[in-house]
């Protein structure tokens, strides 16, 4: 039999709930051991649910709801969880009647975020969500659980992650235009020989878009992150400063990033879902094939972690082509060879892959390089490159 006590302090009420198997079978005030005055709709409100016979482990909800102290006796020592008041409006419990303060019955959100509390299970996204629209998880804060904000964020629909954006200038996925009107608009010509055949379907696949990949509204955007995946400069600074402090506190859970692999965490205050971590080569001296490798395999290994995260809008930074010293033109022949011959397998998954270049010799790289792997209509006027 596990019990847990809740004092709800300022009521100078302590509640034990006893529960073992998986149900809650009865709550009574601990000091007198006797059923508390509401304990009926108490029992009956906490969902009837699950309390392990084993030490469940129940979790520190910051923020979460009002003055309630948990203690898990199942401890060898009392683990006190405290719970911070949510704010002065919420209240764990309806008005009370009466001279006793429980007369009122719990509310559904207290006895539902205590029914998490106990089986530590995170409240679906939905209680979130209606947390989340009064503003009751804080994503700017460094105390707020990172799961937590997850799973409240996949709760949300558009408008209402929409209201969290650290970013309020955010590009729409159809505001980027495709690469064959970017070409018509730019006059590129279509060079001769390209290295690919002309591909239809790919044609509404691929954009380049030049800007910070910080304010893109797309299902995710990738980070030129380095091995601690703990933050930096560039792009990788950009991204963490955009994104919150929750970005830093999943990126420290996923144990580093070896180079050319990839790794997906949430994208918290950003305009994208998700943000998905690789770290590209670094180049000092000659270019070797090794670290051309490394590079495709960074591009490779974001779509593959795209395909699995069914993201399906993707937005990939100039990585390593910074800090990390790779060649701009070889890096763009890398990537681009790397996304066509991905597209080509798996066109079906991706509604866009967008190159998102920051500096003006990269725009003027890609334009004059797109032609040649994303070939364009024969209407385009042919040239020699
Ligand atoms: N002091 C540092 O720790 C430090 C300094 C600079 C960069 N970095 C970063 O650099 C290393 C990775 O090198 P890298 O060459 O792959 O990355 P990078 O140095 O960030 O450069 C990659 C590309 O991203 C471009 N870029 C920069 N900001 C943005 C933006 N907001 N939107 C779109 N593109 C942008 C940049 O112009 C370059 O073409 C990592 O350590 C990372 O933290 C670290």
């Keep these: 039999m596990q019990r847990l006590s809740v004092l709800l302090r300022g009521s100078g009420h302590n509640l034990s709930a006893f529960g073992h198997g998986r149900k809650v ?20 409100r906490v969902a009837p649910a699950v309390i392990s016979a084993s030490n469940q482990r129940a979790r520190q909800y910051s923020g979460l709801c009002g003055n309630a102290h948990l203690k898990d006796r199942s401890f060898s020592r009392p683990r006190p969880l405290t719970f911070r008041t949510l ?50 998880i804080d994503l700017n804060s460094p105390t707020t659980c990172w799961k937590e ?20 200038d955010f590009i729409k996925l159809k505001e980027i235009p495709v690469w064959k009107d970017t070409a ?17 379907a790919l044609d509404d696949k691929i954009s380049l878009f030049r800007g910070d990949i910080t304010k893109l509204e797309v299902d995710a955007i990738v980070n030129a992150a380095n091995s601690s995946l703990l933050g930096g400069g560039g792009v990788d600074g ?19 990033c070896q180079t050319g692999l990839a790794k997906m965490t949430c994208g918290y205050l950003l305009p994208a879902n998700y943000v998905i971590h690789t770290v590209g080569p670094v180049v000092q001296g000659d270019l070797g094939s090794a670290q051309e490798e490394d590079l495709s395999n960074c591009y490779r290994n ?8 069914k993201i399906r809008s993707l937005a ?70």
Excluded: W
């Excluded at 992650?161 to 970013?167: E, Q």
């Excluded at 010293?325 to 998954?349: C, H, S």
């Design 25 to 44: 079978i009865r709550t009574v005030n601990s000091n007198d051991n006797k059923p508390t005055p509401f304990s009926r709709q108490f029992r009956a």
């Design 238 to 256: 950009c991204i963490h400063r955009a994104a919150g402090p929750l970005l830093k506190l999943e990126c420290s859970s996923l144990g580093g």
């Design 316 to 385: 990939f930074p100039c990585i390593s082509t910074g800090v990390f010293g790779y060649p701009p033109e070889a890096a763009a022949d890398m990537a681009l060879k790397t996304i066509r011959e991905f597209l080509e397998e798996n066109k079906e998954k991706f509604d866009r892959v967008i190159i998102c270049v920051f500096l003006e010799k990269d725009e003027e790289i890609y334009l004059r390089k797109l032609p040649e792997y994303f070939p364009l209509d024969s209407a385009f006027p042919a040239c020699k490159l």
């Design 184 to 200: 018509k608009k730019a006059n590129i010509k279509q060079p001769e020989e390209g290295k690919y055949p002309k591909n239809k």
């Design 87 to 136: 704010s002065q409006k919420f209240t764990p419990f309806a008005t009370p009647r009466g001279n006793s303060p429980f007369t009122g019955a719990p509310s559904h959100r207290f006895t539902s975020l205590l029914h998490c509390a106990f089986f530590s299970c995170s409240p679906g996204p939905k209680l979130y969500s209606s947390m989340a629209s009064s503003g009751k």
């Design 302 to 309: 974001s779509l593959l972690a795209a395909v699995e995260g």
């Design 149 to 168: 904000a997850k799973s409240y964020l996949k709760g949300l629909n558009n408008k209402q992650k929409r209201d969290h954006y650290s970013v309020k």
